[in-house]
């Protein structure tokens, strides 16, 4: 079955930068798009960034320029660098595949402090 599982959140101050990785298994990853969301406390899950399987990325507007999205097919996994963060960026981030089967991992806890 598909598994994937994040790792990498934490606590940072505002400007400070994390890298979220998730680890993909149980599909071909390497033809797969993938996906990273997140949800803050009291909102909805929101679509933060996706890169296919060509290496081409996407971007929620909020975090364009601050955030890269990159992947490693050689070792099943999706990344998240986070750059220049912001309080509003505290959120649990979830990646996801971008088509069926739409599991989702655990999450990992991102904090932004002021």
């Known amino acids: ?18 890298r979220l990785s998730c680890a993909v298994s149980g599909v071909i990853f390497s033809i797969k798009a ?3 969301y997140r949800q803050a406390p009291g909102n909805q899950r929101e679509l933060v960034a996706t890169i296919s399987s060509g ?9 364009k ?3 890269t999205i990159s992947r490693d097919n050689a070792k099943n996994t999706v990344y998240l660098r986070m750059n220049s963060l912001k309080p509003e960026d505290t959120a649990v981030y979830y990646c996801r595949l971008a088509t069926p089967p739409l599991v989702w991992g655990q999450g990992t806890q991102v904090t932004v402090s002021s």
């Not at 079955?1 to 994390?18: D, N």
């Not at 290496?55 to 975090?63: G, H, Q």
């Open 1 to 18: 079955q598909v598994q994937l599982v994040e790792s990498g959140g934490g606590s940072v101050q505002a400007g400070g930068s994390l």
């Open 34 to 36: 993938m996906a990273w």
């Open 55 to 63: 290496d081409i990325t996407s971007y929620a507007d909020s975090v």
């Open 65 to 67: 320029g601050r955030f």
